[in-house]
């Protein structure tokens, strides 16, 4: 098969971190033999100081022209000040929104080799194995009226959360699918006892439920499940939320995993006639230009985010199987970066990629 892939590095770690999935990609496709197309474009804090936008043109042709994109990370503090459109930031809802990848999954999952990993206790840990599916291209990321005007104390800022059915309804489906596949429970979380807009999610996710009759449905207040997230969070299977709940709950469930550096996502739209789905792949991670450049950042989400692409994009199961075994033997090696607190000296980002890129079978 040929893979025609486009990568968009970005910036901070996110250019060490997709290095390593690139590595790791290239010896996938060298293994089951097939064929390896890689285009390189911009996006983010890099794309403005080449071109002046975080989002060019080129880069939005190419990623539709590619069968996949595989993305590192955006954000540069030097942009800390910047309205929301001339940010980094930017870039990316921008290439979610072309691309129209309405469906973000972010699988957390607590590997045994890295319970001492996580600050909660390990008998609360064990076990976990949830996937948080996340809307993607509505709510109040992108509503409209939004914006800051006025001055002095009536100075104004304001955004729009605003969901049509439609668009609730297309990823409950999503969501109920995947909820089928796996232990057959969906949780649906809203705030549903202050907002519309999640009376209206609330309302859709109960009318579809009876296509689904063998997958349990739970309806969750959003402020609940970033408790139960902690306390429970063996209870779950299947999240799914809109757009905001589900950027702050992934983040929560960075501390089941043992760091955020550990976390993938695959964010997904509609399927192409060939039964592939349009694909942007991405670790949960931000840019971390803390510790940009100095190879010590953790690669395994934005590997995890590989076989995430073998899988949705490609239909590859098994390679995108080799990928998630090749992980899973590193981190029972111990040669681990050092958010993951390994004992003695940490691995280098180059390592941790070395090392999976070689046990690949
Ligand atoms: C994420 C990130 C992004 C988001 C930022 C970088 C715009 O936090 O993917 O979770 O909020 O969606
Ligand atoms: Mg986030």
Not at 146 to 171: F, L, Q, V
Not at 314 to 332: C, P, Q
Request: charge should be negative; hydrophobic fraction near 40%; include cysteine.
């Amino acid at each position: 098969m040929q893979l025609n892939v486009l990568i968009l590095p970005g910036d901070g770690i996110g250019v060490e971190v997709t290095r390593e999935a690139v590595r790791v990609l290239e010896k996938v496709c060298s293994t089951f033999g097939h064929t390896l197309k890689l285009t390189e474009g911009l996006l983010g804090g890099i794309a403005i100081h080449k071109t002046g936008t975080p989002f060019p043109d080129e880069t939005a042709k190419l990623a539709v022209e590619a069968d996949a994109t595989l993305m590192g990370a955006v954000g540069l503090p030097e942009f800390d000040n910047a309205p929301p459109e001339k940010r980094p930031e930017k870039g990316l809802l921008g290439i979610r929104k072309v691309l129209g990848v309405y469906a973000n999954l972010r699988p957390v999952k607590a590997y045994p080799a890295l319970i001492e990993s996580s600050p909660l206790k390990n008998h609360l840990v064990e076990g976990t194995d949830m996937i948080i599916v996340r809307e993607l291209n509505g709510g109040i990321y992108y509503g409209t009226p939004r914006g800051i005007e006025g001055s002095g104390d009536t100075e104004r800022g304001t955004n729009t959360m605003t969901y049509t059915r439609a668009e609730i309804a297309r990823i409950t489906r999503m969501a109920f699918g995947l909820a089928r596949n796996r232990r057959k429970k969906l949780a649906s979380v809203d705030k549903s006892n202050v907002l519309e807009t999640s009376q209206l999610w609330r309302k859709v996710v109960n009318e579809i439920a009876p296509e689904f009759p063998d997958v349990e449905l739970e309806h969750i207040l959003v402020d609940n499940a970033a408790m139960q997230l902690v306390l429970n969070p063996k209870r779950f299977d299947v999240l799914v939320m809109e757009n905001m709940f589900g950027d702050i709950l992934s983040d929560e469930g960075a501390v089941l995993a043992g760091s955020i550096g550990m976390l993938p996502s695959a964010s997904i739209g509609d399927q192409r006639p060939s039964g592939a789905w349009v694909g942007l792949y991405e670790p949960v991670h931000g840019s971390a230009p803390d510790i940009a450049g100095q190879n010590k950042a953790n690669p395994l989400g934005a590997i995890g985010s590989v076989a995430a692409m073998l899988e949705y994009s490609f239909g590859l199961m098994k390679e995108a199987a080799a990928v998630n075994a090749a992980i899973e033997s590193v981190l029972n090696s111990g040669r681990t970066t050092a958010d993951l607190k390994p004992e003695g000296a940490p691995a280098t980002t180059t390592e941790v990629g070395e090392a999976v890129a070689n046990a690949i079978q």
